[in-house]
């Protein structure tokens, strides 16, 4: 009980962007019983948050070693070896993660979004649409396949999942340059460099991630 209770103090430190807290409540939670995957997997998330992705990674380990069917874990790890441009792991645990929780939308848009990176795009169109279909109306998932179709070389299509996605989020940066690259590519000048121009103010390295996708 005591373990749980450390871990569910943790999990609102983390909440409120208090990692350090909440990292010390998982320790206890961990030493109080370390069969209890839980800590090791929140602990894992406070140390990504933190930037910190090998810890992370260590955590997300021990709480698959104790619990092998934890999706969360598999998900979070994935995650994380995405943010280290580890695009290979990432795959290999999103494949784990979905083979355990197959009717997770956000999970099959995460796998879209991570082919799309590496190139594999028409595997990337199906972990989209399968998305699409399990939640049909989520900016993020939208996004995911504009990319994979700016990635293809389909203006329109790209144009069209951009202009959903930013109907449901306006503020959504990728979904608002990936419209304005698409627009470019059509000859609508002005309209590509407006888009550009305000995704830009809402995230300042939006360019810098797009040349990481291999988008220039």
Same mark, same amino acid.
């Given at each position: 009980?005591?373990?749980?209770?450390?871990?569910?103090?943790?999990?609102?430190?983390?909440?409120?962007?208090?990692? $350090?807290?909440?990292?010390?409540?998982?320790? &206890?939670?961990?030493?109080?019983?370390?069969?209890?995957?839980?800590?090791?997997?929140?602990?894992?998330?406070? #140390?990504?948050?933190?930037?910190?992705?090998?810890?992370?990674?260590? $955590?997300? $380990? !021990?709480?698959?070693?104790?619990?092998?069917?934890?999706?969360? !874990?598999?998900? +979070?790890?994935?995650?994380?070896? &995405? =943010? =280290?441009? $580890?695009?290979? #792991?990432?795959?290999?645990?999103?494949?784990?993660?979905?083979?355990?929780?197959?009717?997770?939308?956000?999970?099959?848009?995460?796998?879209?979004?991570?082919?799309?990176?590496?190139?594999?795009?028409?595997?990337?169109?199906?972990?989209? +649409?399968?998305?699409?279909?399990?939640?049909?109306?989520?900016?993020?998932?939208?996004?995911?396949?504009?990319?994979?179709?700016?990635?293809?070389?389909?203006?329109?299509?790209?144009? !069209?999942?951009?202009?959903?996605?930013?109907?449901?989020?306006? %503020?959504?940066?990728?979904?608002?340059?990936?419209?304005?690259?698409?627009?470019? %590519?059509?000859?609508?000048?002005?309209?590509?460099?407006?888009?550009? !121009?305000?995704?830009?103010?809402?995230?300042?390295?939006?360019?810098?991630?797009?040349?990481?996708?291999?988008? #220039?």
């Amino acid at each position: 009980v005591l373990a749980s209770a450390y871990n569910n103090r943790g999990n609102a430190f983390t909440s409120e962007g208090r990692y $350090d807290l909440a990292i010390r409540d998982y320790d &206890q939670s961990i030493k109080l019983d370390p069969r209890f995957a839980k800590p090791f997997n929140n602990r894992g998330v406070a #140390h990504q948050k933190r930037g910190e992705y090998d810890y992370a990674i260590d $955590d997300f $380990d !021990a709480a698959i070693s104790v619990e092998p069917t934890y999706a969360n !874990a598999f998900a +979070n790890r994935a995650e994380t070896y &995405q =943010k =280290k441009g $580890d695009f290979p #792991h990432a795959l290999k645990d999103f494949d784990e993660a979905i083979r355990l929780k197959p009717t997770s939308a956000a999970l099959w848009n995460e796998r879209c979004w991570t082919r799309a990176i590496v190139g594999e795009l028409e595997s990337a169109l199906a972990d989209c +649409n399968e998305a699409l279909r399990l939640e049909p109306n989520v900016a993020v998932i939208f996004d995911s396949r504009g990319l994979t179709y700016l990635k293809l070389g389909q203006w329109e299509s790209a144009l !069209a999942d951009f202009n959903s996605a930013l109907q449901l989020d306006p %503020k959504l940066a990728g979904a608002r340059y990936g419209r304005g690259y698409a627009k470019l %590519k059509k000859g609508d000048v002005v309209g590509g460099k407006a888009d550009i !121009a305000a995704a830009r103010i809402i995230e300042p390295n939006i360019v810098g991630e797009f040349d990481r996708y291999g988008l #220039h």
